[in-house]
């Protein structure tokens, strides 16, 4: 266990190493996606400047909403998002097989030898936006609210890391994966907006099937002191117990998929 | 020519080979034209009128943005590029007797077609069955948002292509890709359209090139100009077009010139 633990650094540092190879290509990267989420941002402040309020929620606070999104999904989806989109290729062409005979626990390997350090971009827009958005809404700071923010804050990577996750690991079931994600992006667009504006069914699935409502309006409804819709009184404690909850689902459903693993032909 | 033709075919029948991602496209484009409509219905918070448009306005104006850019697909065209340019197989391209860029173009216009036809058709009629949708302003307007259509779809893929292009110089189609989503978010009118931009970025937005992806065709739609209006935006657009395509061939031939490709 130690051994194997004591691996994982070292492929961190092997990948991160071969990212930088291209280091003027990496960094030019990374400002193309500041700049696409920072139209994103600049799109919203254009509609506020004209409307002042969309649905109850200003400014500092959509902006709030939408930073806090971008860094919960940047930390979660470094842990899984490329990993896992590619996990379907490898079933298609066999790689995994090799995978599953080394000796160190397959997701581990996974996840560490692809740590995806090029959500730098996200996280340098996220961060200054944040802090922000965090004086300029007005929340009501004490120990309380500090310890709620920290702690859905990993509640909501958990959840991004972990819905992600069992996307790319039904590839292992039936081979193909991409289209889920294609759905999983429609829903998570939505996620920069606040949960109440959409139509109740839409809410329904954002808090259930697609569980994406809890990466950022739900936490950050209840940060402003925000009603929430269908959960109530209920909203702060979905927002901190739904990370770990959907992260002990996904590694059920990791088992699971690994369980019913064939191959693919070859 | 009937050899593009034949791409035009093979770019429709490709798409057909994947089923479920049709599905999972329709369901998709579902959600973010609902998402679309819910923003603009929480905007106006119960107001009839901003500005003189009306919520009923602005709601056939999201339903259009998802007709009009929701069957090209820039980031295909641009990865199409830099695959072809990554694997080598455009050294393949410059053998046969065929245009490259137009052999994009006919295998775009295929794929396009297919999701035009299967995906976005239902998707807005669902949406229009919900929210409800008006009809073009005149005959006029409604033969004309047509040809509008077509002057979209061309700049929508000489502007992808002329980005794919440019990974000849940058060796990565990533940030070409990520720069050019950008550049569409906030230019083409998708989100918001020009008319609640701040002046002098309204009037700046609404004449590059861009701006005839989303925000003319809706516009013309809900007869937003008077017939000459019309009729200027339509030669003016028609003149990007041939700039851009006279941009592409440019490119292309320099890009032809000085390819090296390594291994094979």
């Keep these: ?266 | 020519m009937s050899a593009y033709a034949a791409f035009v075919r093979s770019g429709f029948l490709t798409s057909f080979a994947y089923r479920n991602d049709v599905w999972a496209n329709i369901f998709g484009k579902l959600v973010q034209v609902f998402a679309r409509v819910a923003i603009w219905l929480a905007v106006y918070a119960g107001a009839t009128m901003v500005d003189g448009i009306s919520i009923q306005d602005m709601i056939t104006y999201a339903l259009l943005g998802g007709v009009v850019m929701g069957a090209t697909r820039y980031d295909r065209i641009v990865r199409h590029v830099g695959n072809a340019l990554k694997t080598g197989d455009v050294a393949i391209w410059l053998l046969k007797p065929v245009h490259y860029p137009l052999y994009l173009l006919a295998i775009e216009a295929g794929a396009s077609a297919y999701t035009f036809l299967l995906a976005v058709v239902p998707t807005i009629v669902i949406v229009a069955l919900v929210y409800g949708m008006y009809p073009p302003t005149s005959l006029f307007h409604g033969v004309i948002f047509i040809a509008f259509c077509a002057l979209s779809f061309l700049i929508h893929f000489l502007c992808a292509a002329i980005f794919g292009i440019l990974a000849f110089w940058l060796m990565t189609v990533f940030s070409l890709e990520w720069l050019l989503q950008s550049l569409i978010t906030l230019l083409s009118g998708m989100l918001i359209p020009f008319w609640f931009f701040p002046e002098p970025f309204g009037t700046i937005a609404a004449h590059q090139p861009l701006a005839w992806l989303v925000y003319y065709p809706s516009a013309v739609w809900l007869g937003r100009f008077d017939i000459p209006q019309t009729l200027f935006y339509f030669g003016l657009g028609l003149a990007w077009t041939v700039l851009l395509a006279f941009v592409l061939a440019l490119l292309w031939r320099r890009a032809a010139n000085r390819i090296t490709v390594q291994g094979g």
């Excluded at chain 1, 990948?15 to 003027?24: A, F, I, L, N």
């Excluded at chain 1, 990496?26 to 193309?32: E, I, M, P, V």
């Excluded at chain 1, 859905?152 to 292992?172: F, Q």
């Design chain 1, 1 to 266: 266990m130690r051994h194997q633990l004591s691996i994982l650094p070292l492929l961190v540092r092997m990948y991160v190493k071969s990212q930088m190879e291209y280091r003027g290509a990496f960094w030019l990267d990374r400002l193309a996606q500041i700049l696409s989420y920072g139209a994103v941002l600049l799109g919203m402040w254009i509609l506020l400047q004209k409307f002042d309020l969309l649905g109850g929620w200003n400014w500092p606070e959509l902006a709030l909403l939408f930073s806090f999104q971008l860094l919960a999904y940047a930390l979660g989806a470094s842990v899984s998002f490329t990993q896992l989109r590619d996990l379907e290729d490898l079933v298609r062409l066999g790689t995994l097989d090799a995978l599953l005979t080394k000796p160190i626990n397959t997701w581990a390997y996974l996840i560490f030898s692809g740590l995806n350090v090029g959500y730098a971009g996200h996280i340098a827009l996220a961060i200054p936006v944040l802090i922000w958005a965090l004086m300029a809404a007005g929340v009501q700071w004490s120990l309380g609210t500090v310890l709620f923010f920290a702690g859905s804050l990993l509640s909501a990577t958990l959840v991004t890391g972990a819905v992600i996750t069992m996307i790319g690991a039904t590839a292992m079931i039936w081979v193909r994966s991409n289209h889920l994600f294609s759905i999983f992006f429609g829903f998570w667009e939505l996620t920069r907006y606040p949960i109440n504006i959409f139509p109740t069914g839409i809410q329904a699935v954002l808090l259930t099937v697609v569980p994406l409502g809890y990466i950022s309006a739900v936490p950050v409804a209840v940060l402003l002191g925000k009603p929430v819709p269908l959960l109530g009184d209920f909203a702060g404690l979905a927002a901190l117990l739904a990370g770990p909850i959907i992260a002990l689902l996904a590694v059920a459903h990791w088992r699971y998929a690994l369980s019913r693993y064939q191959g693919a032909g070859g």
